[in-house]
Each structure stands twice: as C-alpha cells, then as structure tokens.
C-alpha cells in the first residue's frame, strides 16, 4: 500500500513538471513569473470530533483493530471519539507558483503546495499522552492574491490571500491511509529582495487552515503556520527591450521607471513627471513648476542663474556671474549687507557699517522725502520712507548720523540756511518720534552751499532740495 501511495504521489509531481514543461514557452512573456519555495511549518494541535456513533458507524469505520489510532479504532467505547487531541512536530513543505503581474501592486498566482507533518502524540479525554506512528498530509491547488508594496524598490514587502482546495491524508501505521478532499486557505506576507532585473528571494511567513477533513467517522482540525523561503523568476519576454510593458511610450529597454501607472504623464525616462519639466516626480523638488520654464536638475526654476531656486530668491535678476548667497542676493563690498538693501555699496573693506550698509563718512540721500511748498512740513509720503530710516538707525545704536538739509538758489542764502536747518530738524523730530535715540543724531542745515547739480535747470533745482544723512561717527 505505502509503495502505491508513493508512486500515486511521484506521478503528480511529474504530471505537474511535464504541465510545466509544456507550458513555459507560452509563459515566457512581459508580466508572468514563476516562484518555488521550502517551508518549515508547524500544525497547531488538532481536535477531532466524534461524526458516527459506534452502532451506525459504516463498515471500515473501525480502523486497523483496537486502537488502530487511538480513540478511534475502539468502537465498544463510544467516548473514545470524543476530546482527542494531537500534537504535531514540525516539519518540511513544499511549493510551486506560476503567476502573472499586473501594473501596479497587483499580482495573482496559482500555486501547489505539499505539506506533511509527523504526528507527536495524542491526548484522550485529558487522560496521559499516547505516542502514536502516521503522519497529516496536505496536498493543496490555491489561486493567490498579493498586494506588493515598494514595487520599483530594491526591498518589496508585500502581503496575500489565497483559497483553493487540498487533498488531505493520515498516512502511516497507525493512520489505514484516511483521505478527504476539503476547502483550504492562507494568508501571507513577507518581502521579495530584488537580486537582478529577472530573479527575486522570497522570505515570508504564512498561516493556513483547512476545513475540517473528514476521515470516515470523525472530523479532524488542521491549522497552522510556518515560515517560507523562495525564489520568483520574472520572465521579460523575447521583446522585452523593444517592449513597452507599462505603456508609456518608453521603450523597456530606457525606462527608468518601468511600473508607472497607466495615464501618468511621463518624462523620456519613463519615469512620471506630473508638470512636463522633464525632471521625474520622485526627484522633483518643485512639482507644480508652470510649462515652459526652464530648470535645473532639481526640477526648480532659476532664471537668473545664480544657483538659487526662484521661489526662495529674494533678489532674483542678478547679473550672470555674481556671486550671491544662500538668499539669492550679491553683496559687491562685502559688508555683510546685501546689495538690494546696501544704501552705500562701495563700502571701506572690514569697516563696521550700520544696518543700511554705510560707514563713517558715509553718506546717503533719502529719495522722497519732500516738503510742502516753502516749508519744513513733511509731505505724507515721507513718512513711509523715514519709518525705514528710524528701523535702520535702531538696528545700529553704535553710530552716530548727521541729518542734513539742502537747497536750491531760490531766494536769498539766508532764508535758504534757515530753511534747510528747519527741515533737518524736522526729520529728527520725526525720527525721535518713531523711536531713534536723540543723541544718535545731529541736525544741520547747509542752504544752497553744497549743490550736487546745476540750479540752471529745473531739474538740477530738484536734485539741490535734498534731505542727507550722513554717518560722522561710532560711539
């Protein structure tokens, strides 16, 4: 009998390598895989429950003589079928897979598997333990679900179900050879570690359950799980480098990114590149760059050139070539102020300079700030500048400014002396109302003395009604 079985079983392995065999060539295409994997499983231990009663129990239902299989064979006792339970030792399975990947996380397999564990011992009634000789077999076909995360990564978790049905079988001397044909399932996770473009090992876990098999006269539990090591074989098929397996329209042989979802709007590597920058998304610092703009390798505009994405510089326009820091923005003399805040940006190397970029002897004309006809009343829009004027000074309390007062020839020097004082002291009065240390400056007028342009013309006249500061010292 033990002979036959064994043939019975070489014969399903062959039938299942021949099966193999005949249907490879049509498997090697884009997207099929074949895996294969060794098992170390553990049953959990298992109760039987009594289905016949001794007095209709079918004829063979008293297997093998008394005790044949403890608590089985006994058919004058009937509570000998009640409360059996057996232990398992562990042991090897075996399985073959052949599948096929769908785009995207998505992969179906169909799988047989062999499984068969030595039984322990059984324990009757809680009564002592009884050492017992068969073995629990299961000979299973499953169609299998995986969901692999990670899928374009070197590392692919992924997890699974499977259900399908298994050939179960108590074999041995004890066991008459009992078979039923049941409902079995698993469920699964693990990872695949990439190793080439085509081979993957396999290293999971697994728990299965069948529902209970039937053996003539009681049901018997089968569940358990064990671990799992493997190996998956991806074919690419004779046209995979001509190809196009995710349909972007990047050959496989260039794509990058060869699992990019299908409608992705991609780059000539195949890779997705959601704003057509040609700078993939997985790399693309700036996704939502407008169409058109020219990049950098990040993905980010930099129309100046200076090194400094456009979105974090704050001095965009610089010149080709100048050296600017992280902010986007040059400093020419290299005061530590930058050039689109320097007031004075030809500065003495190495001198101290207030926050406006200006040293001793320094001076800086405040460009709007106006008076109303023949007065020293500040026109509105003066005070906008002048509030930059007071922060600047109270940034830097260690210099000492002069506010200075300028005229045209219009009138007699005189009046023009007096005027220009009034206006001067106008501006520190405002600059002292915003907060500016009284003794941080002087004011001083110079009339129509220090002209910077011709009072010929209009617009040398407007260029000589000035307002300066001027720094004359630290302090």
Sequence with gaps: MTTSIQWARWRTWAAGA???????????ENNWYISAEYGRQRIFAAEDDKVYQPSTAPSGACLGGAFAIPGVGNCGNPSLFDDRIHNYDDDDG?????????????????????MKNEADYVRIDGGPRQDVDFTQEAQALLTNLWFDFNEDGVVQPYVGLGVGAAKMKLAGAQ????????????????????VTDSFMMDFGARYFEADKPEYENFLA?????????????????KDSADGDSDGDGVRNADDRCPHT??????????????????VADNLDRCPSTPPGTPVNEFGCSDLDGDGVVDGQDLCPGTPVGTQVDGNGCSDVDGDGVTDRVDACPDSVPNKPVMSNGCGVQQSVVLEGVNFEFDSARLQPNAQRILDLVAKSL?????????????????????????????RAGAVKAYLISKGVDADAMVARGYGERQPVAD?????????????????????
């Design 18 to 28: 021949v099966l193999a065999c005949t249907t490879l060539p049509t498997l090697a």
């Design 94 to 114: 075996f399985g073959l897979s052949v599948g096929y990947n769908f785009e995207g996380p998505v992969r179906v397999d169909l799988s047989a598997k062999q």
């Design 175 to 194: 066991a008459n050879n009992l078979d039923d044909t049941t409902l079995f399932a698993q469920a699964g996770f693990g990872m695949n570690f990439v």
């Design 221 to 237: 539990e089968y569940h358990g799980a064990g671990l799992v090591l493997g190996f998956r074989y991806n074919f690419e098929g």
């Design 261 to 278: 979802p299908r409608g992705d709007r991609v780059n000539k590597f195949g890779c997705s590149d959601s704003d057509g920058d040609g």
């Design 394 to 422: 109270k940034e830097s309390p260690n210099f000492v400014v002069e506010i200075q007062g300028h005229t045209d020839n219009v009138g007699s020097d005189a009046y023009n002396l007096i005027l220009s004082q009034d």
């Design 455 to 475: 009072n010929g013309s209009e617009d040398g006249r407007e260029r000589n009604r000035r307002v300066e500061m001027k720094v004359i010292q630290e302090r």
